[in-house]
């Protein structure tokens, strides 16, 4: 197997991939919506959350380690599924990841723009281009920066992703002043069936997780730095936004929070003009750098799919730096369209369905790749197997049941969607567009 002409990327940069894609519109955002429903214990569902997210990961590095390839959970069905049911689970994974994680940055461009617009008012400044025009600049934006070379990406990443954990830990701390203990006497208002509603939604604050290993060949120590780069930025995250969804309950209510678009700025903004000034501006670098991070590791699975002939050759075009240009001009047009339909609030909660069907196809193949494969040999072996294998399986099953129906509605939609993709471009005449021509670059 060929090694990515890019293959720069090391533990921090792939901490900084996952926590940026981690800290985007979900814990700005989604976390006022999970604070309306379940008050204060939204809080402990984000610690939850992040510890069901740790054991996911957990299981899902050992066989992320065992083929660190370009494409992630598309790749590992076929690795230990032979025929044409390994290949269908293998692109039903990577289209669900595609649809979860992919096109999800298209959401977190549009609160972009919401928290742009949010800042400018505070200044009396009333900005006239629409959000969808903002969002659309941006979406093109993050595509042109990452497609030259990933150097600039990542270095844009890493800053992006330093300033904002640095700002989220600034509220935390500037906040706790501001935190009235009465708030807390009601923590779990509406039952604690409603923490774990909020603990389902606070799953995409840290889904992005699951991206990394789609960078595959491009980091220089596949084995060690994705295992590391997942955990590191999964304990990072729990931590941070754990204390920062108790802060934003201790400073409003459960239905101010609720009920705003922008709540941690709204909070901080009842005690701090300039506190929620700078959270709204930590808003816009969160989303910032969730966006850019999703184009740098989504784009790799249809690449992929494209180079195993699943997809039209075109997607496996790779530039003179090894960065497969097509497939993000691809995921560009593919947000576009997101950002154009404007149901966002459905689209979110769609969006960590469909990551939970890619993780769920992972842990069957793990469990395939102990039982039938003992030939190989990862070097990182899952601690507890198979209580902690059976254990994860259940919670994801659980937390998929606390959606509404209309959002797992679409959510099979879209898998089926990618059913008919497959079978047309593998069953049908046009497959001659998606054979995989010999001087192809492999990246």
């Excluded at 300033?163 to 009235?180: P, S, T």
Aim: charged residues 10%.
């Amino acid at each position: 197997m060929k090694k990515d002409k890019s293959n720069s990327l090391g533990i921090i940069d792939g901490w900084a991939i996952g926590t940026g894609a981690m800290m985007g519109c979900s814990i700005f955002v989604v976390s006022g919506t999970a604070s309306g429903i379940a008050g204060p214990s939204a809080a402990l569902g984000f610690f939850l959350a992040s510890l069901i997210a740790m054991i996911v990961a957990v299981c899902y590095s050992e066989i992320a380690t065992a083929f660190p390839e370009t494409g992630g959970a598309y790749v590992y069905p076929r690795k230990v599924i032979k025929g044409a049911l390994g290949e269908c689970l293998s692109f039903c994974s990577g289209w669900a990841l595609f649809g979860g994680q992919g096109l999800g940055s298209a959401i977190v461009a549009v609160y972009t723009a919401e928290y742009l617009n949010w800042t400018l008012e505070c200044f009396n400044i009333t900005n006239p281009i629409p959000v969808k025009v903002i969002a659309f600049a941006l979406i093109i934006f993050y595509a042109l920066l990452n497609m030259k070379n990933m150097s600039g990406g990542k270095m844009f990443q890493l800053v992006t992703t330093i300033v904002i954990a640095g700002i989220m830990v600034l509220y935390c701390v500037w906040g706790a002043a501001y935190v009235d203990t009465a708030n807390f006497a009601d923590f779990a208002p509406n039952g604690w069936g409603a923490m774990f509603t909020a603990t389902a939604m606070a799953l995409m604050s840290y889904g992005a997780w699951s991206v990394i290993p789609s960078m595959g060949t491009a980091f220089r120590n596949p084995s060690r730095d994705i295992p590391m780069s997942m955990l590191l930025s999964l304990i990072s995250c729990g931590v941070i936004f754990g204390l920062f969804v108790l802060v934003m309950n201790g400073m409003a209510t459960p239905e101010m929070l609720g009920s705003s678009a922008t709540p941690s700025a709204d909070a901080f903004l009842l005690h701090s003009r300039y506190g929620a000034l700078i959270i709204a501006v930590g808003g816009i670098f969160a989303c910032v750098s969730s966006s850019n991070s999703h184009v740098m590791t989504s784009s790799r699975i249809p690449y992929k799919m494209s180079q195993d002939g699943f997809l039209p050759k075109g997607l496996s075009h790779v530039n003179k730096n090894g960065i497969p240009t097509y497939a993000i001009l691809f995921m560009m047009v593919c947000q576009l369209v997101v950002a154009a339909t404007g149901t966002i609030n459905l689209l979110v909660q769609m969006i960590v369905f469909v990551t939970s069907v890619s993780w769920l196809i992972t842990l069957i193949c793990s469990l395939i790749l102990r039982q039938k494969h003992p030939e190989i040999h990862p070097p990182f072996k899952m601690p507890g197997y198979p209580v902690i294998l059976i254990i994860a399986f259940i919670i994801l099953l659980f937390m998929m049941t606390r959606f509404t129906i209309p959002a797992m509605s679409i959510g099979t939609v879209w898998i089926l969607l990618g059913v008919g993709i497959y079978l047309t471009f593998t069953k049908t005449e046009l497959k001659k567009f998606c054979k995989k021509s010999s001087d192809e670059q492999e990246g």
